[in-house]
């Protein structure tokens, strides 16, 4: 993990991001939201889910950071 990444104001939108895209991604798929009835399957569609967004919507901030601010990130690259 970056040190972008441990940002609150880096780390918030993403972590809200990823867990609103999950819970639609499983409901689109039929896989309902209730946590206590979750079989282990789910919770591994679940997880594999949760950490592919988070990774993607990470990736896609350093590209908005890159953009924004391109000093931000070639400072602390050197």
């Known amino acids: 993990m970056s040190e972008l990444e441990r940002k609150w104001w880096f780390s918030a ?17 039929g896989i309902q939201y209730e946590p206590v009835q ?3 399957a789910q919770w591994a569609v679940w997880f594999l889910c949760f950490v592919g967004l988070q990774r993607c919507f990470t990736f896609l901030g350093w590209l908005a950071v890159l ?12």
Request: no cysteine; net charge positive; glycine share 4%.
């Open 13 to 29: 939108p993403v972590a809200i991001l990823t867990v609103i895209s999950t819970i639609g991604l499983l409901h689109a798929v």
């Open 38 to 40: 979750f079989s282990a």
């Open 67 to 78: 953009v924004v601010s391109p000093k931000t990130i070639t400072a602390r690259r050197a």
